[in-house]
């Protein structure tokens, strides 16, 4: 069986493994390569050279370890992104131009984050400068449908990441509220429900975006039903039930998109928290007719509003009840903008925790909310201003790069779409960690110590250890 012992902090390792009954037969004398983030030494993403790997036995219950397994292998990585909302463009388009390509290859470029997955917002969303749609008030017939509004920031900015992503450009969009004449409550905002007589015309709807999007050169991969589907909001919202989401997807949706030649859209479900995920899938998909239109099961990490912590289990449950959908994280960032706390590495160990989890849990499709924010944490018609990866100050031109944008890309930057997760687990609370095989044979273990202490642990594969010391505070990759 292969081993892995890895230290306490979030460390990215990455292995070449070739072998079919033992990895080290293949892979003798091989040494790994580390990159760290240390808040102690504000070091980010820090070359830290070589680390060796040596015989190593039993280890003892005092050894800190991280142990992974090549045999074992689960989930492939559909790919890892951040959205690109209204706010996000906005704001990009009011930076110098030197600014905009510096973060287009901060994100999508050769040495950038190797993102290659982007969200939308079809209609606005919170993080709009007002509220809007693509249709006059009561065109029932969507004659009138237009995204002209996108065209001034939005598609330019999507189109300049697509170019830079090359062929791994995996783009899907969701809705936030469809028009206020299709609701119960007759508006964009504060939930209300989508009336049943325009359960068909909002169908519609989806593949008139698609269409525009497309004709633009924007291939479309997939789409959410409903962003948040349980939550009244302030801002744009509507409230559909399991059943009702699992009506519209069955008798509408989904018939609609296959007739138009969309059948190889991926539709995700849910697209709200891991509170509900487990009940939420359990009953739409329970209908077979109804599971046939969904790909997978999109969810937020925002639960914690009702709990003290994240919920993991709870997507573990879900994979194992349908092992046949991929589970997506659609969205999540750190809320309530302060712009004195922009160099907390605490947002970064935010990130860490829940992708480093959400993975080990059997997640294929993981991204951000806004790739990018101004200065206040939006712009955001509701005031609901919150963190981004990259802050970027629109008076001065100014771009600041938070703990969040460097502990992703410990992940990002060096798991690759289709890279399968290997089996590995930590012997140290304070240790979080997960591994992935690259398809070029790559060995990646991700680890990372958000405790106050150092950690010496060794990573520890098949009788085989490298002694690695994880700071306190810290995320490192370590590359075999």
């Known amino acids: 069986m292969k081993k892995l012992i890895v230290s306490c902090f979030l460390v990215g390792v990455v292995v070449s493994v070739n072998a079919q009954n033992s990895y080290w037969k293949k892979n003798a004398g091989k040494t790994g390569k580390v990159f760290l ?5 504000n070091e980010k993403m820090a070359d830290k050279g070589m680390v060796k790997f040596e015989k190593f036995g039993q280890p003892k219950e005092t050894d800190a370890c991280i142990f992974v397994d090549p045999d074992f292998k ?18 990009f388009y009011k930076l110098p131009k030197n600014k905009q390509k510096e973060i287009i290859e901060a994100y999508y470029g050769k040495n950038g984050l190797g993102y290659t997955v982007v969200r939308t917002n079809m209609n606005s969303c919170d993080f709009s400068s007002d509220s809007y749609t693509y249709v006059k008030d009561n065109d029932t017939s969507l004659n009138s449908f237009s995204v002209a509004h996108d065209e001034k920031y939005k598609i330019p900015m999507i189109k300049e990441a697509q170019k830079a992503i090359g062929n791994n450009f995996t783009f899907y969009f969701s809705p936030w509220s469809p028009p206020a004449w299709m609701k119960s409550n007759k508006s964009l905002l504060k939930g209300g429900r989508l009336e049943n007589s325009f359960y068909q015309t909002w169908a519609d709807y989806y593949v008139k975006f698609i269409k525009e999007y497309e004709k633009r050169g924007i291939n479309i991969w997939g789409l959410t039903i409903q962003n948040e589907p349980m939550a009244t909001q302030s801002w744009e919202s509507c409230i559909y039930t399991a059943d009702e989401e699992g009506d519209f997807l069955r008798n509408n949706l989904g018939p609609t998109l296959w007739k ?28 077979p007719e109804t599971s046939k239109y969904a790909s997978g099961i999109g969810y937020h990490w925002y639960e914690t509003w009702n709990n003290k912590t994240q919920l993991f289990d709870n997507l573990l449950e879900t994979q194992r009840a349908f092992p046949d959908k991929f589970l997506a994280f659609t969205e999540g960032c750190k809320e309530q903008f302060d712009r004195s706390k922009i160099y907390d590495v605490s947002l970064g160990e935010l990130y860490g925790k829940n992708m480093i989890n959400d993975f080990n849990k059997g997640t294929a499709l993981w991204t951000d909310w806004n790739v990018l924010l101004d200065e206040t944490g939006g712009p955001n018609h509701v005031g609901n201003f919150c963190f981004a990866p990259i802050i970027a100050d629109t008076k001065t031109g100014e771009v600041y790069y938070t703990y969040e944008y460097y502990y992703v890309g410990h992940v990002s ?15 140290r609370a304070a240790l979080t960690s997960t591994t992935f095989m690259n398809e070029n044979g790559q060995l990646v273990t991700v680890i990372m110590n958000d405790s106050d202490n150092n950690i010496d642990a060794n990573l520890w594969i098949e009788g085989m250890a490298a002694k690695l010391t994880a700071p306190a505070h810290s995320i490192q990759t370590v590359i075999l």
């Open 413 to 427: 930057k060096y798991i690759k779409p289709n890279a399968q997760r290997i089996g590995s687990s930590s012997n």
């Open 37 to 41: 983030t240390n808040a102690a030494t």
């Open 74 to 91: 689960y989930q492939k990585l559909i790919g890892i992104g951040g959205a690109i909302t209204d706010a996000s463009a906005e704001t």
């Open 260 to 287: 138009n030649g969309y059948k190889d859209k991926k539709v995700m479900i849910w697209d709200h928290n891991r509170d509900l995920i487990y009940q939420r899938a359990t009953t739409t998909l329970s209908d």
